[in-house]
Structure formats: C-alpha cells, structure tokens
C-alpha cells in the first residue's frame, strides 16, 4: 500500500468572503500581498554564559493585502471605501469600518480548504486598471486593505 499525500491547492480556485454582520461573497481574480513579519531584538540572557544573543519578538507587521476584479456593476466595495475616504465636506464617515475578509481556497471539487482570515481590515487604496482602446484585456479594479491580524484555518477547524 503506498503512501497517501494531501492533494495541494491550487491557485485560481478560491473565495472571497467579507463578514459584515451579514456575509458578502465576492468574485475576485487575484489576492496578493499576505505577509505578516514578527520583529525581534536580540540581547543576551540573563543566565546564557556562553555569551549567544537571542531574540525577543516585539512587534508583529502585516502588509496590506490586494484584491482584483473585473469591472462590475457592484458598488459595495467602493461604498465601502468610500465610508473610509475624506468627503468633499466632511472626513471618514467614523461608522465601524474595520472587517474580517475570508479568503478561502477551494479543492478540485469546489469543497472548502484552507482559510485566511485577515482581522480588521479597513479600505486603503483603489486603482483601476488602464483602459487602451488597442488591447482587448478585461477591465478590472483592484482594492488594497490593511489588516492587523492573520489567521489560518484549515477545513478540519485547526
């Protein structure tokens, strides 16, 4: 009897979710950016006769994390944005802002895999894609989120 591997995860299959008191399902093309770094300093121990520095984790960064889509008639995410974006007349709205986004990639069989759960995300930055009337690629937006927190979750609940 040979051996069992886990199937790896593909790519191109995965799903966005944004919790909001309710779920919002989303589809997005590409998810780029997750990165989370703990900084450390080092110093020597106490009790190290050796004289070997060690490190201590201070701090934890997470980059901000982008989503992309093709252009369409959906302005929830821009709404959502917007709320976090100085007005003509007044700054951010001051309404909650922050959101877990879930994106979640899917096996060959479109059953739910692994999960990551980005904690407190709030809208930072839109961009649209160049519109050039000699190329014949779709038009799509991409939207980059902050975030302060990371979990990942596989489909057994670890």
Known sequence: MG???PELFRAFRFLVEVENG???VAAF??????????????ARGGNDIRGVQGYIPVLTRFDP???SKGVVGDNEFLDWLFS????????PSGRNLRRTINVIALDEKGRRGVTWSLKNAIPISYE???????????LSESLT???TGM???TNDGR
């Open 84 to 91: 976090a974006a100085a007005g003509n007349e007044l700054g």
């Open 128 to 138: 649209l894609s160049p519109m050039d009337g000699s190329r014949s690629e779709v």
């Open 29 to 42: 093309s590409r998810f780029s950016g997750v990165k989370m770094e703990v900084q450390t300093l080092q």
């Open 145 to 147: 989120f902050a975030i």
């Open 65 to 67: 994390v982008t989503l």
């Open 151 to 153: 979990e990942r979750i």
């Open 3 to 5: 051996i069992s591997y």
């Open 22 to 24: 309710g779920v919002t």
